[in-house]
């Protein structure tokens, strides 16, 4: 079935250091997005990158559909960018979206 | 600023209890959608609509009913509530199903004891 794998499950870095998030999906996709999630709270989008790259400040999404993957850039990462990231990827068939099980991301100052 | 409201935020309910989950957006959006939320699960689509009157089956909705009055209100209905639907809940919505992003409520959290 379809299915997107998120990885690493979690990642603990120094404040300052750079963050590195993946995702793979085994299908054809319309779009991939990715969402940030704080510590039992909502989610918020932070890009939607049918492909190619995208910036936002800090952040960089680059989305490759030949290789069905997807990755979340976190320059010279902040305390404040703890949480969790998830990816979504958008199906052909349905659009309905396929998530993935997240990153959990802690900085440490 | 898009806005979705989700209430009650938390929710404390028996095995076989009755429980509705309600969701308002204010962002004029044709779709909206119910998750649930679990470790190690990710999020799994409950229902969606596309519109007042309409209900969609997502991906795990035995044990749930929705209900989709108006464009601004979708409800979720647990009618015999079991303690494996103790999930923490996200409605969103989004302004058309395909290339759009999703705005997320705050999240209900419910336990069934």
């Known amino acids: 079935g379809q299915q997107v794998q998120q990885s690493p499950t979690s990642l603990v870095l120094q404040e300052g250091e750079n963050a590195e998030l993946q995702c793979n999906f085994s299908?054809?996709?319309?779009?991939m997005q990715w969402f940030y999630q704080r510590p039992g709270g909502s989610l918020i989008s932070v890009f939607y990158?049918?492909?190619?790259?995208k910036q936002s400040g800090r952040l960089t999404s680059t989305t490759v559909i030949k290789e069905r993957r997807s990755s979340l850039h976190i320059s010279s990462s902040q305390i404040t960018d703890s949480g969790t990231y998830l990816c979504?990827?958008?199906?052909?068939?349905?659009?309905?979206?396929?998530w993935g099980s997240g990153t959990k991301l802690i900085i440490k100052p | 600023e898009a806005a979705v409201t989700q209430s009650p935020r938390n929710k404390v309910t028996v095995t076989g209890g009755n429980v509705t989950l309600s969701c308002r957006q204010t962002?004029?959006?044709?779709?909206m959608y119910w998750y649930r939320q679990d470790t190690g699960h990710g999020l799994r689509l409950i229902h969606y609509?596309?519109?007042?009157?309409?209900?969609q089956i997502g991906d795990v909705p035995d044990g749930y009913k929705a209900t989709r009055t108006t464009q601004e209100d979708f409800f979720l209905l647990l009618e015999l509530a079991s303690p494996s639907q103790t999930s923490l809940y996200f409605c969103?919505?989004?302004?058309?199903?395909?290339?759009?992003?999703?705005?997320f409520g705050a999240g209900t959290r419910l336990s069934v004891l």
């Open positions: 299908t054809s996709l319309n779009s």
């Open positions: 609509s596309y519109g007042a009157g309409n209900l």
């Open positions: 969103a919505s989004s302004g058309r199903g395909s290339q759009n992003t999703l705005y």
């Open positions: 990158n049918p492909s190619g790259t």
């Open positions: 962002n004029s959006h044709n779709y």
């Open positions: 979504a990827m958008e199906l052909w068939s349905n659009y309905q979206l396929i």
